[in-house]
């Protein structure tokens, strides 16, 4: 059985404060994003940097807070984000390894591979934009690309664990319209 890729969730340590936790999460983000870049259909995926907070790039506040109440997006709106903290490594890896998905728990039972497919996202002036969306439903796990074709890159829109079971439903709806094609999928 090959290993699972998908990388161990980064906990709070136990004595370690919130600022250190953090700074701990920053680290992986700038190593995965910053520092380097992940390729998507031979593309660099690139990272949104402003608006700027704290110092730190708009796109590490969408990998670790949630914008609960939906207002402006805005990160210094946003509220830390437990499960998404615990998952900083995961786009990266997501976005790498998402056509090789092996089993990766005992518990899960076979794993079905990621799901992918593309949708149009309705932006500014009614204009809609191309977003491809990879989901492991065993992790209920979802990262958004925006492929930017003419610019050479994609850009990483989002990528959270969807804990809703309606927005797993709504998922599950968007793939199946879409085409969605598993990849990855274990014997």
């Not at 340590?13 to 259909?41: I, N, V």
């Not at 210094?76 to 615990?86: F, G, K, L, T």
């Not at 003419?150 to 989002?158: A, F």
């Not at 968007?174 to 999928?185: D, Q, S, V």
Request: with cysteine; hydrophobic share 35%.
């Amino acid at each position: 059985m090959m290993e699972c890729w998908i990388p161990r969730e980064e906990e709070l340590r136990p004595g370690e404060d919130w600022q250190d936790y953090e700074l701990r999460l920053y680290d992986l983000f700038k190593a995965d994003f910053l520092d380097s870049r992940p390729t998507f259909d031979g593309m660099p995926v690139r990272v949104r940097v402003n608006p700027k907070y704290d110092e730190r790039e708009e796109a590490f506040w969408h990998l670790t807070c949630r914008d609960y109440s939906h207002g402006d997006g805005l990160p210094e709106s946003r509220d830390p984000d437990m499960e998404r903290c615990r998952r900083i490594r995961w786009p990266r890896a997501f976005i790498e390894n998402h056509r090789i998905c092996a089993l990766h728990s005992e518990m899960a039972g076979e794993c079905r591979g990621v799901m992918v497919w593309t949708a149009g996202h309705t932006v500014k002036h009614g204009r809609s934009v191309p977003r491809v969306k990879l989901f492991q439903e065993e992790e209920s796990y979802l990262v958004v690309l925006e492929p930017r074709r003419k610019k050479g890159y994609c850009l990483l829109v989002t990528a959270y664990h969807v804990e809703e079971e309606w927005s797993r439903r709504k998922i599950a709806r968007e793939a199946e319209k879409n085409g969605a094609l598993f990849f990855g999928p274990c014997g």
